[in-house]
């Protein structure tokens, strides 16, 4: 048959001046592209062979070839795959009526940012195209197995192509790029360069089933070409069962992905068979990186299809409050037509989602069940990030609840989980008591501890940021109320601390007159003094209403730029304590109480400062303390 010439369908020359002009933003996507393609042709052929004894195809040696012409500036990609007919070529590349491409296209034009065209991932129709981002003439030969002639397809990305049949093709499809000149500026490398082409392979297709091979390198002086190089590994761990896979395989490929180079703490791998397959190979890490809670931490897994990779980090696979997780997800099939920005919506990344997110979360559940110590360090590491879920994911906070502990009065160094403190409550305890602040040692000395510390009712000791929001969003575990010590009024049991409901009420009405006055004297600062329950050691406390926010958590919204109303707090007495006693009695004896003023300001910033907090004007609350300094001397 003679060359025949033809134009591109209208479609199909807008998509070839989109890919040649706007929509890879990475040059080098396209020998990736190139690469899948012969990956899929292998693919088919050894399928095509399973089916058909009497296939005339050879697949002896399955093999994707990568060929340099320095002198010609070409680059070949070649496999002895399935192949193409005369009909499939010009079906395949010179339409895409197959190819999804026009349903892109459509999506595209509606889409009303063009940035979302970046990352396009293509169909056959698709990524063959790319070749035009770094060649002025692409040249494709192609012979499909089984038959005799073969197809030449040309074309300088302007608009028509060219189709004849040849004579001697060998089986499967060889590509011919005609390179550009390299340019720095355009980011257009030079793809003659063999440490080029080896560094695109292992990024993109080091893990794809068949070997890609380098050939057309230079010797050494007065020498004939080098020897073929296979550039890629196969080595697909996540594809293989556990028992094939050594643990140093594993933390080699983690240290490769994570740039980590300690050994991971766990792995966990995963297998989805059925309507959508894909394979799943993770790892938590040992330690936390430095910038886990910064704003720029890049998170996610990496995604292949049918192992080419796609994207470093897919923030869609996992939910952020395990973004410390790293690993591959493998997919058999996506919607890789349309750009990344619909990707974040196709719901079998949602699936996957859910599932990995359980996955890991059994992990960690099997940590601590079965190894306390790696359960430890893991949430030693990452507790912190892992209680946001509690907050963020409301699917799987009971699963998250289950894999977090503690800190608590119990125990001075390990953790506890909610589980392990209902099962040890007091009888007739009926609440779970927390409270919060900024470290151990900080709330571990606070007045509010005293009376459960005397009673030997144990108390969850939280310190990290999220600890102030979760409380509130969880409420409650297996019907007991989380209950922070620091707010609201706290019962401990009737007559625990020894006096009768009868003593309870006279001390109530001998304090009256001082508990009056002194809201009165601190009006701007308090909504309420009254008698303590949770002090046996300290003279005062401040705490909040039942339903009021804490000091930590508005200066937590006020960080975020976010404006929170000035609550006044509560202020407790000690009616045991000496000062507070002699207090009332002053009280009770004068008839001029503005000298006691000061001591009831002095009460209330010490209670202040008790809990972390600041007297709101420091410089008169230190004269105040020196002025009574010197009369006592």
């Known amino acids: 048959m003679p060359t025949e010439t033809f134009e591109f369908q209208v479609e199909a020359r807008q998509l070839l001046q989109l890919m040649i002009h706007s929509i890879y933003s990475n040059k080098d996507v396209f020998l990736r592209e190139l690469v899948s393609n012969a990956s899929d042709a292998l693919d088919k052929l050894r399928l095509a062979a399973l089916r058909d004894d009497s296939l005339d195809a050879d697949v002896s040696d399955l093999h994707v070839e990568l060929e340099i012409d320095e002198d010609a500036r070409t680059l070949t990609v070649r496999d002895n795959g399935i192949g193409m007919s005369y009909d499939e070529v010009g079906q395949l590349i010179g339409t895409i009526a197959n190819s999804g491409t026009a349903e892109f296209l459509r999506e595209l034009r509606e889409a009303k940012d063009a940035a979302g065209a970046e990352g396009l991932i293509g169909q056959f129709g698709v990524g063959f195209y790319s070749g035009f981002m770094v060649a002025d003439e692409v040249t494709l030969v192609t012979r ?63 893990f794809i089933t068949w070997p890609v091979r380098l050939v057309g390198q230079p010797g050494n002086e007065g020498e004939a070409a080098a020897e073929p190089e296979t550039l890629n ?263 625990e601390d020894g006096k009768s409901e009868g003593e309870r009420e006279k001390q109530a009405e001998e304090y009256a007159g001082l508990l009056g006055w002194m809201k009165e004297q601190l009006d701007e600062d308090v909504k309420e003094v009254r008698l303590s329950s949770r002090l046996t050691v300290s003279p005062a406390c401040v705490v909040a209403d039942a339903h009021d926010l804490t000091p930590a958590l508005e200066n937590m919204y006020r960080a975020m730029g976010q404006e929170v109303p000035r609550n006044k707090r509560i202020l407790e007495l000690n009616p045991d304590h000496q000062l507070v006693k002699g207090l009332n009695q002053a009280y009770g004896e004068r008839e001029d109480r503005s000298g006691l003023t000061e001591t009831a300001e002095l009460l209330y910033s010490l209670a202040l400062l008790a809990e972390g907090g600041r007297p709101a004007d420091p410089a008169r609350f230190v004269k105040v303390v020196a002025d009574r300094l010197e009369r006592t001397l």
């Open 144 to 206: 499909r197995a089984g038959e005799g002639k073969g197809t030449r397809w040309t074309s300088r990305g302007e608009g028509t192509y060219t189709l004849e049949e040849v004579d001697g093709a060998p089986q499967g499809t060889s590509v011919t790029l005609h390179l550009k000149p390299a340019d720095a500026d355009d980011q257009m490398h030079d793809y003659t360069s063999p440490w080029k082409i080896k560094e695109i392979v292992k990024r993109y297709s080091d």
């Open 233 to 495: 590994s196969m080595k697909a761990l996540w594809a293989r069962s556990r028992s094939e896979v050594s643990e140093d395989e594993y933390h080699e490929l983690y240290k490769h992905i994570s740039h980590d180079w300690r050994d991971p703490l766990e792995t966990v791998q995963l297998q989805a068979e059925g309507t959508f397959e894909y394979q799943a190979l993770l790892f938590i890490p040992s330690h936390a990186p430095h910038d886990l809670f910064t704003q720029d931490f890049k998170r996610g897994v990496q995604l292949y299809v049918k192992r080419v990779f796609i994207m470093d980090d897919c923030e869609e696979l996992l939910p952020p409050y395990l973004r410390f997780v790293k690993g591959v997800v493998d997919a058999q099939d996506l919607s890789l037509n349309v750009s990344r920005e619909i990707l974040q919506q196709d719901r079998h990344i949602r699936m996957m989602q859910r599932r990995l997110t359980k996955k890991v979360l059994s992990s960690v559940k099997g940590m601590l069940a079965d190894d306390a110590e790696r359960y430890a360090t893991f949430w030693r590491e990452f507790g912190a990030v892992v209680k946001e879920g509690l907050v963020t994911d409301a699917d799987n906070r009971d699963a998250v609840l289950e894999v977090s502990s503690f800190a608590t009065t119990h125990d001075e160094d390990g953790t506890v989980t909610l589980k392990q403190y209902v099962e040890r409550m007091r009888d007739g305890q009926e609440d779970i008591y927390y409270i919060t602040g900024e470290s151990r040692q900080s709330i571990d000395n606070s007045p509010h501890m005293e009376a459960f510390r005397e009673r030997g009712i144990e108390v969850l000791l939280l310190t990290d940021p999220v600890d102030e929001v979760w409380v509130d969003a969880v409420g409650e575990f297996e019907g007991k109320r989380l209950q922070s010590i620091a707010k609201g009024e706290i019962d401990l049991g009737a007559h």
